[in-house]
């Protein structure tokens, strides 16, 4: 038997598997309301990367890497280096550095969880709704203290960040069944979203509905279940609508968007590029190390690809680059699988465009897709043993 086509016969008790599953979702939902407990939120990160270590173990005794958790690790173990090495010159910030961690990390732990048959289209229901009711509380949490801000003097800024999480469990729709929770659940998304304010989260949601729609379409379904998915569409496609338009703010940076203002993002990108161009040659392929960007222009790029050009050099580019491009070819093996196809193509959609406009990679919230990275992959593993990729 070879090693990356490990049979899962000698796992017929999956008791230890959903131990980890149950103990990955806790961390991931109790981020959400950190707030709600008297402990600092970095518990929960530190919580979700121990077990993405325990995982990643797991994974290495048991099965052969997927080329995308190989391109992930590379892209980690350079940040961790440079992390350590930063401090020979700089006091790099350690908050940053955590969240690499646990926005990428747990690929290899939903792997395996996935591959020994823990995930089931029930657990990740459940999952999807219990992220949508914390998810309300991590967002109204940041609603609040913007309101305290704007209260206490301080300069009125409403787009509200943490709607992301609104963004990056649209995936896990893909696996739901039962089309009145993909109805309600796709609602609140929708709303949260635009009610948010935040440009870049209305443009990246908007590739994955179009997919899920295109898939629900494409399955074997009577005419009358097309007809009321089509109509569906439409009335969520309305409902964003009329909510955007009875946001005067929203409407009003639309407008500006249009107008080309970019919130200081030209200014930030010139400096960056600025820095990187007029920098010594050893600078331009290996940068200035962890948190290059704020000690030399005082301020995060807001552009993942621009963050580690001037940190990494050209070196991390190229890092970064082959993450990418092996999640492409992942995405391209499971057209035969609309499912897979579909809710991979979405995190790889969602991850890409916030990559050129935020944060992808330092936002610990990167988490969730790399739990459904780690999840088609493990399915994609079962799907090539014969197994059920998804059962009830």
């Not at 200014?267 to 000690?295: L, P, Q």
Request: hydrophobic share 50%; aromatic share 18%.
């Amino acid at each position: 038997m070879s090693h990356n086509n490990h049979s899962l016969e000698h796992y017929k008790t999956p008791t230890k598997y959903l131990i980890l599953r149950n103990f990955a979702f806790f961390c991931m939902l109790g981020f959400l309301v950190y707030h709600w407990f008297p402990f600092p939120p970095i518990v929960w990160r530190l919580g979700l990367v121990c077990l993405s270590f325990i995982g990643i173990l797991i994974h290495l005794t048991k099965f052969k890497l997927t080329a995308v958790e190989r391109s992930m690790l590379l892209f980690v173990a350079l940040n961790v280096i440079y992390f350590l090495f930063s401090f020979t010159w700089q006091t790099p910030e350690s908050t940053n550095f955590g969240n690499v961690l646990c926005s990428m990390l747990p690929i290899p732990l939903f792997f395996v969880i996935t591959a020994n048959g823990a995930i089931t289209r029930r657990s990740l229901t459940i999952f999807l709704i219990l992220s949508c009711i914390a998810g309300y509380f991590y967002f109204t949490h940041a609603e609040s203290v913007l309101i305290e801000k704007t209260l206490s003097g301080e300069p009125g800024y409403f787009t509200i960040n943490n709607s992301t999480i609104f963004l990056v469990i649209i995936p896990l729709l893909f696996f739901v069944r039962n089309k009145w929770i993909t109805i309600g659940v796709s609602v609140i998304i929708i709303f949260f979203i635009i009610y948010g304010a935040k440009r870049g989260n209305i443009i990246s949601a908007a590739l994955p509905f179009y997919l899920l729609a295109r898939m629900s379409i494409k399955s074997k379904q009577s005419f009358f279940s097309e007809v009321f998915i089509v109509m569906t569409v439409l009335a969520i496609s309305y409902f964003a609508y009329y909510t955007m338009m009875n946001s005067d703010y929203l409407v009003s940076r639309i407008a500006k968007t249009i107008e080309g203002d970019t919130s200081g993002r030209d200014a930030i990108y010139a400096a960056a590029m600025n820095t990187w161009f007029n920098a010594e040659s050893i600078n331009v392929f290996f940068g200035f190390g962890t948190d290059g960007t704020t000690n030399l222009i005082g301020i995060r790029a807001h552009n993942d690809w621009l963050e580690i050009l001037i940190d990494f050099g050209v070196l991390g580019i190229i890092s970064y680059l082959i993450f990418f491009i092996c999640m492409v070819r992942a995405v391209r093996r499971n057209r035969q699988n609309p499912q897979l196809f579909y809710a991979l193509l979405a995190v790889f959609f969602i991850w890409f465009s916030k990559s050129l406009y935020s944060m992808g990679f330092t936002n610990n919230i990167f988490s969730f897709l790399s739990m459904e990275i780690g999840i088609v992959l493990g399915l994609e593993y079962r799907d090539k043993q014969g197994l059920s990729i998804l059962s009830d």
